[in-house]
């Protein structure tokens, strides 16, 4: 239907994520229609992206430095680790200015469907950093679905025999929601009245 170079950019459009037919269409004929400029502007600021940033070594946020701003940043409380999936969680998580511990990116959810277990999320870098650093907390900020929870559920057998207390957000998210879309009043409440899972100094073996 459309010139090849157009119709070549609609759909590599398409494969972003919610960005459906109609919508790349849209913004196919908006650059064609841009000046040159703009389309050479958006081109350099990807290739930037793509060769400047990385995955911070401690946590697995995103960071043009091998440890990210907050994992760098002596000043933020070393025991309390919160556990998100992807990075954008932490970008929702900060907007709150309730929480001054770390993270930790799984990088996704446990999701059978889709062929995401354990051994594809970074679990075990999890489990590594709880002899690595003087973690008493782990808050699971998984987002509130059925992958989220299944993962939180699964993450809190593994850390509460290891002496940590695992506790979950509270339920001022709604169900089936994204921590990316949620406003900073309910992460923060949700935040502060996050519950109990497994673990603490009374439970399993005594890490400490």
Do not use: W
């Not at 970008?91 to 990088?107: D, S």
């Not at 690595?132 to 679905?145: D, F, G, H, Q, R």
């Not at 559920?153 to 990316?180: C, H, K, N, Q, W």
């Amino acid at each position: 239907m459309y010139a090849d170079a157009v119709q070549k950019v609609i759909d590599e459009l398409g494969r972003l994520p919610g960005i459906g037919p109609k919508s790349a269409q849209r913004l196919a004929f908006h650059m064609l229609k841009s000046p040159a400029e703009d389309s050479v502007r958006l081109t350099e600021a990807i290739s930037e992206m793509k060769d400047r940033v990385r995955f911070c070594e401690q946590c697995f946020n995103i960071s043009e430095e091998p440890l990210c701003l907050i994992c760098s940043d002596v000043r933020r409380e070393a025991s309390l680790l919160c556990v998100v999936e992807e990075p954008r969680d932490i970008v929702a998580l900060e907007r709150t200015g309730g929480f001054r511990g770390r993270y930790h990116v799984l990088g996704g959810a446990i999701s059978p469907i889709d062929g995401v277990g354990p051994d594809q999320l970074r679990v075990a870098e999890l489990l590594g950093r709880m002899d690595e650093e003087p973690v008493t907390e782990v808050i699971l900020a998984t987002n509130p679905n059925i992958e989220g929870e299944a993962t939180a559920m699964y993450l809190a057998r593994l850390l509460g025999p290891l002496g940590v207390e695992v506790t979950r957000i509270a339920s001022g998210l709604p169900v089936g929601g994204d921590l990316e879309y949620a406003d900073e009043l309910t992460l923060g409440r949700a935040l502060e009245g996050r519950r109990h899972l497994a673990g603490g100094p009374d439970e399993g073996n005594g890490r400490r």
